[in-house]
T-cell receptor, first 113, second 112 residues
């Protein structure tokens, strides 16, 4: 059973601060990693993907991957109240031939004005 | 924009009923998925399909079946609904070779 673990939170940060969300996974052969954002009552939307060790930046978001330690993290700089949502981590073994994605249960983020 | 639609946002059914949930995507995606989402458990894959009439079991297929007769449509069937199938059901689609899944709005099913 492949597992993706996330702290359920809630993680509370003040507006303008950096929010740090973490995810660990159990399967060493996992290849592709994703962060989804899910607003309350809405469906998940992809915000970041990362495939190799290191950092990947997109605007205020930075994804960090460490395959040796089997963790992936998401940093949100200059957090805004509109970032308040549940963030889901997902992993898959391969994006081309194997379509099974494994999701964590999500971390709820609250950004306080 | 990719659009994934689901037949109902809210559904209430009785124990033992046969339930059909339908999903339609308009992007000619090869891959389609059915998940259920429960508090504390995250999204769990029920079934996925990589082509018309092709399907693969996910992690929790028991009590469910699926049908994909046309590329754009993927149906989830609860043969005999039970109360433990009360959940949020999410459909997603994905193009072959692309990582992003596009999710539908979800169907909140209550079985009484």
């Amino acid at each position: 059973q492949k597992e993706v673990e996330q702290n359920s939170g809630p993680l509370s940060v003040p507006e303008g601060a950096i929010a740090s969300l973490n995810c660990t996974y159990s399967d060493r052969v996992s290849q592709s990693f994703f962060w989804y954002r899910q607003y309350s009552g809405k469906s998940p939307e992809l915000i970041m993907s990362i495939y190799s060790n290191g950092d990947k930046e997109d605007g205020r978001f930075t994804a960090q991957l460490n395959k040796a330690s089997q963790y992936v993290s998401l940093l949100i700089r200059d957090s805004q109240p509109s970032d308040s949502a549940t963030y889901l981590c997902a992993v898959t073994l391969d994006i081309y031939n194997f379509n099974k994605f494994y999701f964590g249960s999500g971390t709820k983020l609250n950004v306080k004005p | 924009d990719v659009k994934v639609t689901q037949s109902s946002r809210y559904l209430v059914k009785r124990t033992g009923e046969k339930v059909f949930l339908e999903c339609v995507q308009d992007m000619d995606h090869e891959n389609m998925f059915w998940y259920r989402q429960d508090p504390g458990l995250g999204l769990r894959l029920i079934y996925f399909s990589y082509d018309v009439k092709m399907k693969e079991k996910g992690d929790i297929p028991e009590g469910y079946s699926v049908s994909r007769e046309k590329k754009e449509r993927f149906s989830l069937i609860l043969e005999s609904a039970s109360t433990n199938q009360t959940s949020m059901y999410l459909c997603a689609s994905k193009g072959q070779g692309f990582p992003e899944q596009y999710f539908g709005p979800g169907t909140r099913l209550t079985v009484t």
